[in-house]
């Protein structure tokens, strides 16, 4: 999100799920907040594959190093959502999902 590389639903998307992340930490026995935050987890791994594939640069010769950076933290991010999905899940069933 720092170098405007990505498009604003990239930021909009990760940022909603993170506000739901917060409110599924807050409110301790809601399954519904933990299920939603499941839920966005999943999607936004799914759209970040997209977003990172459609707006890589071709050219990556010519990338400024905030761009590398920015790149670099968008892959690094979506490397550690799968972790996050599977401590989401985790969370879930000890509220009592099924």
Request: overall charge positive; glycine content about 6%; hydrophobic content about 50%.
């Given at each position: 999100?720092?170098?405007?590389?990505f498009?604003?639903s990239?930021?909009?998307?990760?940022?909603?799920?993170?506000?739901?992340?917060?409110?599924?930490i807050?409110?301790?026995?809601?399954?519904?907040?933990?299920m939603?935050?499941?839920?966005?987890?999943?999607?936004?791994?799914?759209?970040?594959i997209?977003?990172?594939s459609?707006?890589?640069?071709?050219?990556?010769?010519?990338?400024s190093?905030?761009?590398?950076?920015?790149?670099?933290?968008a892959?690094?991010?979506?490397?550690?959502?799968?972790?996050?999905?599977y401590?989401?899940?985790?969370?879930?069933?000890?509220?009592?999902?099924?």
């Amino acid at each position: 999100c720092m170098n405007y590389m990505f498009p604003a639903s990239y930021a909009w998307g990760n940022f909603s799920v993170l506000a739901v992340g917060i409110w599924a930490i807050v409110q301790r026995d809601s399954l519904d907040a933990i299920m939603m935050f499941l839920t966005g987890l999943l999607l936004t791994v799914l759209t970040d594959i997209i977003h990172i594939s459609v707006f890589y640069p071709p050219n990556s010769n010519y990338l400024s190093d905030v761009k590398r950076f920015s790149i670099g933290m968008a892959i690094f991010s979506l490397l550690l959502k799968p972790v996050s999905c599977y401590l989401v899940y985790r969370m879930y069933r000890e509220r009592g999902g099924e």
